[in-house]
């Protein structure tokens, strides 16, 4: 077998470039396996030191069905990368993994893709390859017994694969198209609302805390009296909870609805929103 032949093999079995091949192949006398070898050792030196840059694009994918639904976030530095063929692959691949594993990050870096090698030895190669920081973000599998999923991706790239997914789970009385095109809608809606919690009782006492700081700071140079400014306090508080809670929402089909009330006009399917998840690239 020639030079430029076995330089061909490892660039197929590595994904290195040929410079790269060519240089292991030198170092290794001419042995393809231990050419192999050290490209993968000094792949892992190359991903450590690009695991320190910030990554804050990428993209999301949706696998499942209406009865188990997952999605995941993978991230990487430039939308130039979330545009390459095998990174998009990638996805996809780790995906289905991902919602056979229930989102079980741990395991799934542990599990063989297609090509015999784990996620994490994967995850090193591309980030080698390509030359840039690439991280697993979040992921979540929606499973409810008696419920059904509905999915939405925005800005598609291809297939179940863009830049911001959201999940939501819905329980109803018997099957029902309208409820079928609500609980599409209801997804669209949580893309563009991006409510915290279903209920106003569910926020996070934290995130109520920040906010009552905030407005705080904002209303004390305000010049108001103390018990003025306690009342305005409370209402934007009250304030930030409904625009912040699914069902306190405006509707986005018909905003002089809230979400709730686009669920009691279905009164004889006791539609009940179970959970949701949504991600963007980039928040």
């Known amino acids: 077998m020639s030079e430029f032949e076995k330089i061909k093999k490892i660039r197929k079995l590595s994904g290195a470039g040929f410079k ?19 490209l993968r050792i ?9 695991m320190s840059r910030v990554a804050n694009e990428g993209l999301i994918s949706v696998s499942g069905d209406q009865k188990k639904t997952s999605i995941i976030e993978v991230n ?6 979330a545009k390459n063929e095998d990174f998009i692959n990638f996805v996809k691949e780790l ?23 784990s996620v994490e030895e994967n995850l090193v190669s591309m980030i080698a390859k390509i030359g840039e920081k690439i991280t697993l973000g979040r992921s979540k599998t929606i499973n409810h017994k008696d419920s059904k999923n509905y999915f939405y991706l925005h800005t598609i790239v291809k297939d179940n694969v863009g830049k911001l997914g959201v999940i939501v789970s819905i329980s109803c009385e018997g099957n029902d198209d309208k409820v079928d095109t609500f609980g599409k809608q209801l997804t669209m809606h949580i893309a563009a609302s991006n409510p915290i919690s279903i209920n106003i009782n569910d926020i996070n006492d934290k995130i109520i805390n920040k906010e009552e700081q905030l407005i705080s700071e904002e209303l004390k140079n305000s010049g108001k ?59």
């Open 95 to 117: 995906s289905e993994i991902n919602n056979e594993l229930n989102s079980d990050l741990e395991k799934l870096k542990k599990t063989n893709m297609k090509n015999n090698k």
């Open 20 to 38: 790269d091949c060519s240089s292991a192949l030198n170092e290794s006398n001419n042995d393809i396996d231990k050419a192999i070898e050290i």
């Open 76 to 81: 990487c530095e430039t939308d130039f990368v």
């Open 225 to 283: 009296p103390d018990d003025i400014i306690k009342k305005i306090s409370v209402g934007k508080i009250k304030k930030f909870k409904e625009d912040n809670s699914l069902l306190t929402q405006q509707w986005v089909m018909e905003p002089k609805k809230k979400v709730q009330d686009i669920i009691d006009e279905f009164k004889s399917k006791k539609i009940l929103v179970k959970e949701f998840f949504r991600i963007k690239i980039g928040e």
């Open 42 to 50: 000094k792949g892992i030196s190359k991903a450590t030191k690009k």
